[in-house]
C-alpha cells in the first residue's frame, strides 16, 4: 500500500516508518523536523546520536535495498502542498502523528500552549480537509493517548472510546445511548487529542471519513527490530523533564546514578507500551480499517498498567538506584486507579512485549551505553501545571551552592 | 465594571455593546471587523445601511454621553496585543463573540472550513491563555450554540449543559455521573463550538477561569432599544444564504415577493431568541457570575422552539407570501424534535419577546423599508454541506432563462 506517515522523523513515526517499509509499503515520511528544532530550543540532545533523515534514509536503502520517501512539509501551516501531495501520491493509508505530544511542553508558557493548539488542532483539520478536498478515499490512523479519559475514577474499567449510558427522557424512561467516553484532559497537549475526537466524528459523519483512532499508553523502550539494524538507524531517546517519557527517565536516571524522581506519592497509576508493539498495533491498524460508512473505529494501546512508584521500585531493584519524592508539578490526584480494556488490538493479534523482558535490555544497551551524552542539569520537570504551583513548589536552594535564591 | 466585548462590532456584538454601555459599563469593542470583510467576499451586504464603527461609536457618545473604545484587533491572531489591552485594562469581564458564526459559509469549501477552525478554536484559546498570563480574574462569558447538542432525537430534554448518566462499573454496579452533554455538531462551525467546551471544562479546571457558556439559539429581529435610539446606530440584518438566519431571510423573502424558501420538508426543529433577548441574556450572565472554583456555568439560551414549516406559514399568514420546498443543501434528519430547558436564564429574570408580538414591526421596519437594498441574486443558499449533496442537488437550469447548463 501506498503510506504516508505525518511525523515520520519523530520518537513513534521513525520506527513506525521503518517497520511500515520492511512490510513492503510504499512509505513516504512527511515531516517539518519540529522535533529536533525543538531539541534547539530546550538545548537538549536525544541520548541515542540520531542521524539527519537523509542519513537515516540513505542507511535503510543500503542495508534493506528499501526506499522510504521524504517530504518536508508542515502539516499545520501548509495545507495547499499537503493537498499535492495527496493528489500526486494518492495514499491508501495517512498515519498521523504530526503533533506536539509532549504534556510538560505544552504547559511551559502561555506560547507554548498557544503552539500545541494551534499546531494540532489545524494539523489534524488539514489532514481531513485535504482527504476530502482530494476525493480519496484514504484511511487515517491517528495516534491518540489514554489521556482522553482522563485518570479520575469513576469505577468503569476504560472502554476503546465508546462508552454506553443510561439517561432519562423527558417522559421519565430510561434510554440507552451509545456515546463517545466523557473526555477529561490532564494537560494542553491532552486537551487538543480530546478535541481531535471531534473532529473525526464530524468528518466521520459528514463525509465518511475512514479514521482509526488509537488510544495510546505511555511508550518505554527504544528500539525496534529496524531500527536496531544499524546505529545510523537508532531511535530517539529522550530523558530531559518535557519529553522524557517516565520509565525511560528512571532508566537513564538509574544509568548516571542520578535519584528515581517520583512525582508526588506515585500512587498513579499510567498504561504503558513498548515501542515495539506501537509499530506493530499501527501495522494491526492498517490491516483492519473501518469500512466506509462505519464509525471511527477507537482502540486502547496498551499491554500493561502500573503505579509509578512500583517502576520506580522496579527500575531500583534492577540497577541499585534509589528513589527520591519530588513536588507534583502537574494538577492532578496524588494516586488512582486505572483499568482498561485493550481487546481490540490483542483480538487483532498483538502479542504484548512485557516490562520484564524488555527493562534490563533498556538498561544495558542504551541508557548505559550512552550515558556520557546525558546533560544531567536537563532532568528535572521545570513546567509547572499551574501559577499555583509553580509558586508554592519552586525548588530550595540547590544544596551546597552556598547560595539562597531567596537572600 | 469595565468590559470588553470581543466580536463588539457584529451583529449580536454590536447591540450587546451598546446594551451593556447604556446600562453603565465602561465598554470597549475589540474587533478585527472580520464580518465587514466578508460581506466584501461575499459580494453582499447588510440589508440594513449599517455605518462604520467611528460613525456609529460618535453617533452613540452623540445620542447618550456615552463613551465606548473601540479597538482594532484580531484575537486569534494577535495574541500579545490582546494580552496588553487586558493588562491596560484589567477588565472584569470579557464577552466573547469572536468567532465565524455561520454554518453555511464554514461548508462552503475546504478552505472556509480551515480559516473556521483556525480563526475560532485560536480565539477561544487566545482569550483563556491571555486571562490566565494576565493574572487577572476576569469572567468570560461566551456565546455558545444549541448546535452543540445536536439535533437528532434521544428523547432527551435538553438539559443546560450537564447530563446526569448512569454507567456500569467494573464490579457490575451502576455507576452515576454528570457529564458534558455528548456533543452532536452538525457543521465545521458548530464544531469548533463542541471543541470550545473543552477548552472551558480545561482552563476551569486547570486554572480556575470563571465562564458561562451560553448556547443560544437561533436569533432573530434586528434592532433593540438602543439600536433603535438612531438610525446611524442600526444592526446589521443579513439574508443571504450564508449569514442570513432562517427567520430573518423568510422576512426578507416575503418583503420583496421571493418565496419563502424551506430546506426539504421544513420538519427541523430549531430554538429561537430575539436580539433583544439576546442583549439581556448577557447581561444576566455578567451579574450572575460563576464563583472562582465553580465548574463552567452552562445556560441555554432560547425562548420559543418551532418547526421551520411552521415559521414560514406564519410567515406567509402574515404578509401573503408563498412557501417554496428546496432541497436541503445541509447533512441533516428530514425532522426532529427538540426539547430544551431554558430554565436557568428565565430563573435569572429573562422576560422573553414572543414570535407573535415582534413579527410584524420585523417586517415593516425592517425587511419592507429596506427591500430597495435587496441583492436578489443573494438570496439563494448554495454552500453544499457534502460533496454527494452538491452534486445530487445542482439546481435546475433557471426558469425562463432559455439556457440550458448541461446542453
Redesign the interface.
Known sequence: MRILVLGGDGFCGWPTSLHLSMQGHAVTVVDNLSRRNIDNELQVQSLTPIRSITTRLGAWKEITGRIIAYERLDVATE?DRL?NLLRARRPHVIVHFAEQRAAPYSMKS?WH??YT??NN??AT??VL??I??S?LDAHLVHLGTMGVYGYSS????LPEGY?????????G???E?E??Y??N?GS?YH?TK??DQ??F??YN???EARITDLHQGIVWGTQTRETRLDERLVNRFDYDGDYGTVLNRFLMQAAIDYPLTVHGSGGQTRAFIHIQDTVRCIELAIENPPARGERVKILNQLTEVHRLIDLAKLVAELTGARVEHVPNPR?EADANDL?ATNAGLLGLGLKPTTLREGLLTEVTDIARRYASRCDRRRIPCVSH???DIAEAERPPARQGSGRRTDS
Not at 443510561?166 to 417522559?171: E, F, I, P, R, V
Request: charged share 20%; hydrophobic share 45%.
Open positions: 495545507y493537498l502561555s500552549k498557544r493548539v494551534n488542532l489545524n483539520n488539514n480537509a485535504a476530502v478536498e476525493g469513576t469505577g468503569v474499567r462508552l454506553t449510558v443510561k439517561m432519562t427522557a423527558g417522559d424512561a430510561e434510554v445511548q456515546i463517545l466523557p473526555a484532559p494542553i486537551m480530546t478535541q471531534l473532529f466524528a464530524f459523519k459528514n463525509d494538577k483499568e501545571w499551574t501559577r
